[in-house]
T-cell receptor, first 111, second 113 residues
C-alpha cells in the first residue's frame, strides 16, 4: 500500500525557522518532492531528493533518509508570504512512476 | 522552470451540461500529462494519466465515460466533464512531466449549479 503522513497544521513566527516532516511508506521509490501551494492556486515545485542527504535551495532545504522513509522541508527566515500548504509527494515506481501526495501541511506565519 | 497553462481558470455550468478544460505545456513536450482533482482542504488526488496518442489510464473509482481525456498532441491534453453534477464541483489541476520534475498548471475551478 501507499501511505504518506504530514502534520496537518503548523504555526511559526516571521523570521523564524520551521521544519515540516514527512514520513512515507510506498512499494516503490524514485524521488521525494516538495511543493508549495497557496490557497486557490496550483502547487509550485520547491525541491527534489532522490538520494539520502540534504538539498539546499536558498531559504529552503530538504532532507531525505530512504532507510527511515523520512523527509523534512526546512524553511529559514520565514516571511509572511510563506503562509501556504506544503505538499510532500513520492514518485512511486510501482505506481507507474506517478506521484503519491501527502495530505499537505498548512503553515501559518504570524507577525 | 517549465510552464503549464490551463484554460479556463474558472467555469460555472449548469447541472447536466459538459465542460472542457485544456492543459498545455508551453515550452516543452510532454508525452504524459496528469489530471488531478482537489477538494477544499484536501490534497491532490490523481484522476488519470493522459498519454499522447493512446488511451488515458484512469485511477480506480474514476469514471472514464464521465471524465473524457484526449491527448491530441505532445503539448495539449483536454479533460471533458460530461453531464456535470454539483458533486463534480472541484479544483481540477493538470500536470506535465519534464523529468525528473513535474510541473502543474494553474488549475481550473469548476462550479456546477
Amino acid at each position: 500500500g501507499q501511505n504518506i503522513d504530514q502534520p496537518t497544521e503548523m504555526t511559526a513566527t516571521e523570521g523564524a525557522i520551521v521544519q515540516i516532516n514527512c514520513t512515507y511508506q510506498t512499494s516503490g521509490f524514485n524521488g521525494l518532492f516538495w511543493y508549495q501551494q497557496h490557497a486557490g492556486e496550483a502547487p509550485t515545485f520547491l525541491s527534489y531528493n532522490v538520494l539520502d542527504g540534504l538539498e539546499e535551495k536558498g531559504r529552503f532545504s530538504s532532507f531525505l533518509s530512504r532507510s527511515k522513509g523520512y523527509s523534512y522541508l526546512l524553511l529559514k527566515e520565514l516571511q509572511m508570504k510563506d503562509s501556504a500548504s506544503y505538499l510532500c509527494a513520492v514518485r512511486d515506481t510501482d505506481y507507474g512512476q506517478n506521484f503519491v501526495f501527502g495530505p499537505g501541511t498548512r503553515l501559518s506565519v504570524l507577525p | 522552470g517549465a510552464v503549464v497553462s490551463q484554460h479556463p481558470s474558472w467555469v460555472i455550468c449548469k447541472s447536466g451540461t459538459s465542460v472542457k478544460i485544456e492543459c498545455r505545456s508551453l515550452d516543452f513536450q510532454a508525452t504524459t500529462m496528469f489530471w488531478y482533482r482537489q477538494f477544499p482542504k484536501q490534497s491532490l488526488m490523481l484522476m488519470a494519466t493522459s498519454n499522447e496518442g493512446s488511451k488515458a489510464t484512469y485511477e480506480q473509482g474514476v469514471e472514464k465515460d464521465k471524465f473524457l481525456i484526449n491527448h491530441a498532441s505532445l503539448t495539449l491534453s483536454t479533460l471533458t466533464v460530461t453531464s456535470a453534477h454539483p458533486e463534480d464541483s472541484s479544483f481540477y489541476i493538470c500536470s506535465a512531466r519534464d523529468s525528473p520534475e513535474q510541473y502543474f498548471g494553474p488549475g481550473t475551478r469548476l462550479t456546477v449549479t
